[in-house]
């Protein structure tokens, strides 16, 4: 989420050029003061920019700072994310104005089956008891809330911020009405995986300055991650069994209902280890055989012009424990602050008088654990770095066999082809 596109080279425009020298003054702010003042004007220039739709402009600002300051880039992204994901509205009330605060929420759910995942339309009924829900045990009292009629796929949600800004706007109208959301008129296919994230999309609305979540209200505790935590639990228990009813034949797990951006990138991390475990399940069945008969090839992928040999993906090949050919392979990409040295802890752990710092994991090491807890114990580790290469017939990504060579992932002939499908 916070990679540019792969063309910088087009000259700025006078508005590319503006977002630009504001996301720098941000950054070069002495003081708070000043810094929520330019903060306020580069938020006005991207309401203004996502509400005519100009996500070009926008693009060419991000992808010309990420080649010259970092730190600018952050502020840019975080901005138009912020921006594209909430806002403050004026609705006219009994004739007198009043002010809203609006946040797009995403509730992710993860996703795994040997079938297929289904996304699209939730029925009527459904709807309406995950909308019960989801105000019940998750919303502060006084607010309003509008949840899309779609079970969205992480390729059918918003693909770009002015698209997420209008799906924001849209949704926070029916939610101060009270009057249903019309269905996303056309929903692109989405590719086919064992283990997938869905996510419910709401507007949220609150009075301005006020509560959206219950643990913000007063009252609500003295511990906000012990009210988040029972939220989560309460949302869990009562939205499960209908959740399961959109996917038939899947195992899930609901996550936290949070802001789009954040609630999509913290799926987009925890569905990993479920990807890796959901393969091995596959394997075993589909081949009649145990998980320490099978093998896995880890190697690192990333852009040929990346700097430092960055690495973007590791990609995880497996084949039968005697045999070369690679059979399946799962994609765990990076995110963040994620990279081959793996990512520091927060801060330091306490534990009575003493203070340590935890040695952070390595996304190797992290891939290598959740492989050995599902049985997979011969695992290899190719130290070259990949350029991201993929198929030209199917656009499937090549994996590494244990020669280094980048291959086609195949199943064997005689596996069962497994075409039963729940939709």
């Not at 003054?25 to 903060?39: D, F, K, L, P, T």
């Not at 209008?166 to 283990?195: C, N, R, W, Y």
């Not at 569905?271 to 055989?289: E, G, K």
Request: proline share 6%.
């Amino acid at each position: 989420m916070r990679r540019p596109s792969k063309d910088s080279t087009q000259k700025l425009s006078a508005d590319s050029q503006r977002l630009l020298t504001l996301a720098q003054a941000v950054g070069q702010a002495a003081s708070r003061i000043e810094e929520r003042n330019w903060e306020r004007t580069l938020d006005a220039q991207l309401h203004k920019l996502l509400r005519t739709g100009h996500q070009d402009t926008i693009d060419s600002a991000l992808n010309s700072l990420f080649s010259v300051d970092l730190n600018a880039y952050d502020i840019l992204m975080d901005s138009v994310e912020a921006v594209s994901e909430s806002d403050t509205i004026v609705v006219e009330v009994d004739g007198q104005p009043r002010e809203y605060d609006v946040l797009l929420v995403a509730a992710p759910v993860l996703a795994w089956t040997r079938f297929s995942i289904a996304s699209g339309q939730i029925p009527a009924d459904i709807l309406n008891t995950l909308s019960a829900h989801f105000s019940a045990h998750l919303l502060a009292d006084g607010t309003h809330m509008a949840m899309s009629s779609s079970l969205y796929s992480i390729d059918q949600l918003p693909r770009t911020h002015a698209e997420a800004y209008s799906k924001t706007h849209k949704l926070a109208q029916s939610a101060l009405k009270g009057i249903a959301v019309k269905m996303d008129t056309k929903t692109p296919e989405t590719a086919p995986f064992l283990a997938d994230t869905r996510y419910l999309v709401a507007a949220v609305v609150a009075p301005h300055g006020g509560p959206l979540f219950r643990w913000q209200m007063q009252g609500a505790g003295l511990n906000p991650a012990e009210e988040r935590n029972a939220a989560l639990e309460a949302w869990t228990t009562q939205a499960t069994p209908t959740v399961a009813r959109l996917l038939p034949g899947c195992g899930i797990e609901l996550l936290l209902p949070e802001a789009y951006y954040m609630a999509c990138r913290e799926a987009d991390k925890l569905i990993r280890p479920v990807s890796i475990r959901a393969a091995v399940h596959y394997l075993t069945h589909s081949l009649a055989c145990e998980p320490n008969e099978l093998r896995a090839v880890i190697a690192g992928f990333g852009d040929e012009s990346a700097p430092d040999g960055q690495i973007d993906e590791y990609r995880v090949a497996f084949t039968r424990r005697n045999d070369s050919d690679v059979i399946y392979g799962v994609v765990w990409p990076l995110y963040g602050q994620e990279d081959e040295e793996g990512t520091p802890p927060e801060g330091p752990i306490t534990a009575g008088h003493l203070t340590e710092m935890i040695k952070p994991r390595t996304p190797v090491e992290e891939i290598v654990e959740h492989l050995s807890s599902a049985g997979v114990s011969q695992v290899k580790k190719l130290g070259e770095k990949y350029v991201a290469e993929y198929c030209d017939d199917c656009g499937a990504p090549l994996f590494a066999d244990p020669s280094g060579e980048l291959v086609h992932a195949e199943m064997p002939e005689d596996a069962p082809t497994g075409t039963e499908h729940f939709h």
